[in-house]
């Protein structure tokens, strides 16, 4: 595998294990009276750790993967096919964010508490990360 | 690419034989591309750009079509 195909692994990774948290910690710990504005908080800490997160595993990976190959395992310069699998992977993505955020829209219009808006628009997210991460995967491997 | 493999063959790895067994990592640097494209193509899994197959070909001095060759239907 690539760097480019283990970012992608490592952020779909990521993502579900997050997501995983998140769902977890929301059930175990729920917070009946909570304003809009504590879970909006909420997730914006979510989103940074996962982007932490996600910048400790590429580095970690980069280093076990120099010490594995015994050769420096770093990105290369992206080429035409890199593009276009980048390209097409952002299409999908972007597919998934319209119908998230179309859907966050029809649930305020019908009159859905704002909460669950704010977490459909997370959910929207990191559905839209896993779309544009499994998309490159399979962009890569099956071509 | 996301369409089912590609209808277009090649002989690139004949041609590596012949051209001393050139690695696929050498072939990919003279054509400026990574080696996994190389890869890809070679096993018919990226149709490349005409630029790139152009490079290729340049690259074992063979014209395009002993390099390519299309086999799917026309029309």
Redesign the interface.
């Known amino acids: 595998m ?1 760097f480019k195909q283990w970012n992608a692994a490592i952020m779909l990774a990521t993502e579900i294990v997050i997501t995983a948290w998140l769902v977890w910690d929301t059930a175990a710990h729920p917070l009946p009276d909570a304003s809009v504005a504590a879970v909006a908080t909420r997730l914006l800490w979510v989103t940074l750790v996962m982007i932490l997160l996600n910048i400790a595993a590429v580095i970690g990976t980069a280093i076990v993967g120099s010490i594995v190959t015994r050769k420096e395992f770093k990105d ?2 992206s ?4 593009r ?2 980048y390209a ?1 992977s952002m299409r999908n993505a972007y597919f998934v964010v319209s119908v998230g955020g179309l859907a966050t829209l029809f649930l305020l219009a019908f009159g859905y508490d704002p909460i669950i808006a704010a977490s459909a628009v997370f959910i929207d997210g990191m559905l839209a990360g896993a779309a544009g991460s499994i998309s490159q995967l ?3 491997r ?2 | ?2 369409k089912g ?2 209808q277009i063959a090649n002989t690139i790895r004949t041609l590596r034989f012949h051209a001393g067994e050139m690695t696929q990592a050498a072939l990919a640097e003279q054509v ?3 080696r ?2 190389i890869v ?1 193509i070679e ?4 149709s ?2 005409l630029e ?1 197959a152009f490079r290729i070909a340049k690259v074992f001095g063979a014209p395009l079509e002993q390099v390519f060759q299309y086999e799917g239907e026309i029309g």
């Open positions: 690539s290369e310069a080429d035409e096919r890199d276009t699998v097409k399979y962009y890569y099956i071509g | 690419m996301g493999k590609a400026g591309v990574t996994q494209t890809a096993q018919g899994r990226y490349p750009s790139v």
